[in-house]
Nanobody, 126 residues
Framework: QVQLVESGGGLVQAGGSLRLSCAASGRTFSTYAMGWFRQAPGKEREFAAAISWRRGGNIYYADSVKGRFTISRDNAKNTAYLQMNSLKPEDTAVYYC??????????????????WGQGTQVTVSS
């Protein structure tokens, strides 16, 4: 069982930055791929970014965030991060982190993840 807790959301002006954190419980964090998904009001959940469980493994970004967002992980701290720069109003959403055991391919699909956090709100004002 893995429990995920997101933090770091908030209100920011367009062009600003935020760093989201996803703290995971358990001793096996290093064996999980980590992903970030987001859901805006009235829209379906969509993929944002993901990182493989393997050191030096695959990293995925949605086209909408590529070049602005950076995903990373610190296995010693059982934490994944999403650095978000040059934020736009259309980035406003609840952001969820997710964990998928031994995930390496297809990490842009929600079905690859077994565990999900409760989400953190990100609001970007224009």
């Amino acid at each position: 069982q893995v429990q995920l807790v997101e933090s770091g959301g908030g209100l920011v002006q367009a062009g600003g930055s935020l760093r989201l954190s996803c703290a995971a419980s358990g001793r096996t964090f290093s064996t999980y791929a980590m992903g970030w998904f987001r859901q805006a009001p009235g829209k379906e959940r969509e993929f944002a970014a993901a990182i493989s469980w393997r050191r030096g493994g695959n990293i995925y970004y949605a086209d909408s965030v590529k070049g602005r967002f950076t995903i990373s992980r610190d296995n010693a701290k059982n934490t994944a991060y999403l650095q978000m720069n040059s934020l736009k109003p259309e980035d406003t959403a609840v952001y969820y982190c997710a964990a998928g055991l031994y995930g390496d391919y297809g990490l842009n699909y929600a079905r690859e993840y077994e565990y999900w956090g409760q989400g953190t709100q990100v609001t970007v004002s224009s």
